[in-house]
């Protein structure tokens, strides 16, 4: 469904993605996982048209992708979330996600009627809203929401656009292992026959989610595969997980 | 449907402005006159930078391309109904803003103020060189003799300043309720989520360049219809109407009422027009006690005159917002 060719990145000299090759296959869960500054946001980036990539291409449904601008590729079928909280703070949650159902719908740029008189729009928003728990606060300014609820406004607002593809960046960061849950748990049921590529660093969280799981490190693609297949990796625990699983049998004993 | 009060005191207030010039006060309809028509002004620029928070220095080209379209076709075609002339004021207003739009289509913020002043000065430049169809700085003049017929009401001159009244009246309710409406639309709600967030509107595919440049057509448009009313209103047009300028007093009325609310330019564009009369009737230097009102007025209250009296009605004092509060409108 989504296909990497020796994709890179430079930022000057600095290679932040070199030569990626990535295939996501329709209807799986794929987690990118890798250490701090490892890239995996900036592939994010170049997948969704905010960067273009320095060499390489994108392919997503057998259509060349690189040169086209976000809302184009977002329009193709691909939807993310961001790692860093990235909503309409000075619009109210239900504005919020009624944009996004007027944009899923290809509505946005009508005039020709108003906009409380959508009852579609409206169900659909408020379908949404409740499913991410947001109902209660549909009124409220979204910046004044707490965190934990704007991180899941974040999550519900890719979520809402229906996409063949989602990609989350982190849903959970800065939550409580319950919150991230509670998000993880939505993000499962939302995605059931869809496909998602997702980047977390709970590995709990990961090897639960994904059906596969690609590791990124200094800007490649250092292994690939199931999550057995990544947990008997040599290279990966020497770099990334070596602490976790060692902790974990401690802890275990 | 029972009616709120909101639509109570609109209807009022309607009642109001079209019973005003019955009282028989020239001066005051007069300044009323020119009240509506930086009214729309004002509102044309509030679409731009209110709601979808797009900064422009060079508004006033928008304004003086209408004017100037319209005066030309007055004068070129004496027989054409008044009414369209400002209708082609509002058209070539588009147009210009259409243009504009575009050439500033992926300017943001700063960028984007100078971007806009830097044409507005070349259509400025223009209006005072190519003497052959404006003028250049003599403007140009000669319909001040012109009637207007009406079916069955007969026919006024617009030197009638009652029938100016109305005439002005009916398009700047038509062109504000318009842009009210416009706000309410799901592209208005799409050009707040540009004010507000333009990277994630980008993202829910959102396509934000062509929304950009059906907000600068739109605004074009109502720019172009006040400035096609005001030649209507001062029977002449000069390069003036399209300089520096009046670009920043457009910019200075939306400050004065509030620009991140609909109403704030209406109100700004009325308290600037009469302090403008009245401060210039006391002395020449009317600018400078301006310039300190609009200063004390950027310190103490930077979102303008209506949420002053909105947060007096809330609390009851004129106290302060304190900052990092946020109030809930």
């Known amino acids: 469904m989504l296909i990497l060719k020796g994709v890179s990145k430079y930022f000057g000299h600095l290679g932040v993605i070199q030569k990626v090759d990535l295939e996501v296959i329709k209807g799986e869960r794929h987690a990118l996982i890798g250490p701090n500054g490892a890239g995996k946001s900036t592939l994010f980036n170049l997948i969704t048209g905010y960067y273009r990539p320095s060499g390489g291409d994108i392919y997503f449904k057998n259509t060349r992708i690189n040169s086209l601008a976000p809302h184009e590729i977002t329009r193709l079928g691909i939807a993310r979330s961001f790692q860093i909280i990235n909503i309409f703070k000075d619009m109210t949650v239900y504005e919020n996600m009624r944009i996004t159902i007027t944009a899923k719908h290809r509505m946005s740029l009508k005039f020709g009627c108003r906009i409380v008189s959508l009852g579609q729009i409206r169900e659909e928003s408020e379908f949404v809203l409740s499913r991410v728990g947001l109902l209660p606060f549909m009124d409220e300014p979204a910046g004044t929401l707490g965190y934990s609820q704007q991180r899941a406004l974040e999550v519900g607002l890719a979520v809402a656009l229906d996409p063949e593809l989602l990609l989350l960046d982190e849903p959970g960061a800065g939550l409580s292992p319950d919150e991230t849950r509670a998000i993880v748990g939505l993000v499962k049921e939302v995605t ?10 709970d590995m709990d969280v990961v090897f639960d989610l994904a059906d596969r799981i690609s590791v990124l490190n200094y800007g490649t693609i250092v292994a690939s595969g199931t999550p057995d297949d990544i947990r008997r990796n040599e290279t990966v625990k020497e770099i990334y997980l070596g602490n976790v ?9 | 449907m029972k009616p709120s ?3 109570i005191t609109l209807l009022l207030l309607v009642v109001v402005l079209a019973l005003f010039p019955l ?3 020239k001066f005051h309809t007069y300044l009323f006159i020119e009240c509506f028509i930086y009214s729309v002004l004002a509102v044309s620029y509030y679409m731009l930078l209110g709601h979808t928070g797009l900064m422009s220095f060079g508004h006033a080209a928008l304004f003086g391309v209408g004017a100037y379209a319209s005066a030309i076709t007055l004068i070129r075609f004496s027989d054409l109904p008044v009414a369209l002339t400002v209708l082609v004021g509002g058209l070539s207003g588009l147009l210009c803003g259409f243009l504009i739009g575009l050439i500033v289509l992926r300017l943001t913020k ?4 100078f971007g806009t002043l830097a044409l507005s000065q070349m259509i400025w430049a223009i209006a005072w060189k190519w003497r052959a169809v404006t003028g250049g700085d003599d403007g140009l003049t000669g319909w001040s003799a012109r009637q207007v017929t009406f079916p069955w009401l007969g ?6 300043i009652t029938f100016l009244y109305y005439f002005v009246l009916f398009f700047a309710l038509a062109c504000v309720a318009l842009c009210w409406y416009f706000t309410r639309t799901p592209f208005g ?3 707040s989520s540009i004010r507000s967030n333009q990277n994630r509107a980008d993202f829910l595919g959102i396509n934000v360049g062509r929304a950009r440049l059906m907000v600068f057509a739109f605004s074009g448009f109502m720019a172009g219809m006040s400035g096609a009313l005001f030649i209507l209103f001062k029977k002449a047009v000069a390069p003036t109407f399209l300089d520096m300028s009046t670009s920043f007093n457009i910019l200075v009325m939306s400050v004065i009422g509030g620009y991140t609310n609909f109403l704030g330019p209406i109100v700004g564009s009325f308290v600037y027009v009469y302090m403008m009369e009245y401060l210039s009737s006391f002395t020449e230097r009317w600018q400078l006690v301006m310039g300190i009102f609009f200063v004390l007025l950027i310190l103490f209250y930077p979102k303008g005159i209506v949420r002053m009296v909105q947060q007096f009605a809330k609390k009851g004092s004129f106290i302060k917002e304190k900052r990092g509060v946020r109030i809930k409108c």
Do not use: M, W
């Not at chain 1, 699983?245 to 275990?252: F, G, I, N, V």
């Not at chain 2, 700063?110 to 103020?113: D, E, V």
């Not at chain 2, 026919?155 to 009638?160: K, V």
């Open chain 1, 192 to 201: 059931v026959g869809k496909t998602l590529v997702i980047v977390e660093h």
């Open chain 1, 245 to 253: 699983l060692e902790k974990k049998s401690t802890a275990r004993v």
């Open chain 2, 5 to 7: 009060v909101k639509t």
């Open chain 2, 23 to 25: 009282l028989g006060n």
């Open chain 2, 110 to 113: 700063i960028y984007l103020a």
């Open chain 2, 155 to 160: 026919q006024f001159g617009l030197i009638n």
């Open chain 2, 189 to 191: 709600e799409t050009l």
